[in-house]
């Protein structure tokens, strides 16, 4: 458990970054979490976040490629798409044929190849970022293996979880608070599912923008979000 505090808007949070099992594919999530909580000696307010990572969610689901077993065999439009993918610091997104693959599987070949089209025109004229906006979320959450992530994800393809607001509202009925399913990595993050609706989506991720979580092998996909008074 690690607790750290931030300033976000002239108001001060505490967040606290819970340790949990392994969570893989048929693994319950509420029991996984529960358990965490449980020997943190942790327990949420009505007024907390509880907070969950993508990856877990959607490991939990089994929304993940592990590459050595053959499962995963990329088309020779993915092969070919993926060169023109530029690589950023916080993962090889969508820079390699399994994970184009996924993003042609999950979007749609018409969607991918527009997006594509689009962004090699804007580039042109120096304009980045349009690939991932025109491809969407689903595309956009999509990761690779990366080195220093905890096995067996190091060598796998992670894809977004499936109804992330459905699977936030069983979090909030679970333990009585506010829950949000989140992806943040060290150059940002989005807010892909939260309960209630009034969750300011945008103060969230601002109060996560350190990524308190981490992105190595911590083993903590899961964090409270408390507001402390002045």
Not at 13 to 41: H, M, N, Y
């Amino acid at each position: 458990m690690k607790r750290t505090v931030i300033e976000v808007r002239g108001m001060r949070f505490a967040r606290i970054a819970v340790r949990t099992r392994l969570i893989l594919k048929g693994d319950d999530l509420v029991e996984a979490v529960s358990e965490g909580l449980t020997q943190a000696g942790l327990t949420p307010s009505a007024d907390d976040i509880l907070f969950v990572s993508e990856k877990a969610v959607g490991a939990s689901q089994g929304r993940y490629f592990l590459l050595d077993d053959g499962s995963l065999v990329a088309r020779p439009l993915a092969k070919f798409l993926s060169r023109f993918v530029t690589r950023t610091p916080s993962g090889i997104g969508l820079g390699m044929p399994e994970t184009m693959e996924c993003a042609l599987r999950e979007v749609g070949t018409p969607r991918i190849l527009l997006a594509a089209s689009v962004s090699a025109i804007t580039r042109l004229f120096g304009h980045r970022g349009d690939f991932y906006r025109i491809a969407g979320p689903l595309a956009r959450s999509i990761d690779g293996p990366t080195r220093g992530t905890i096995p067996p994800f190091d060598r796998a393809v992670s894809l977004a979880p499936l109804e992330p607001d459905a699977v936030s509202r069983r979090l909030s009925e679970a333990f009585g608070c506010r829950a949000a399913v989140v992806d943040i990595n060290d150059l940002g993050g989005n807010v892909l599912g939260s309960w209630p609706g009034s969750i300011d989506s945008s103060l969230l991720v601002e109060i996560l923008s350190d990524n308190p979580l981490g992105q190595g092998r911590e083993s903590t996909p899961v964090g409270i979000i408390s507001a402390l008074r002045s």
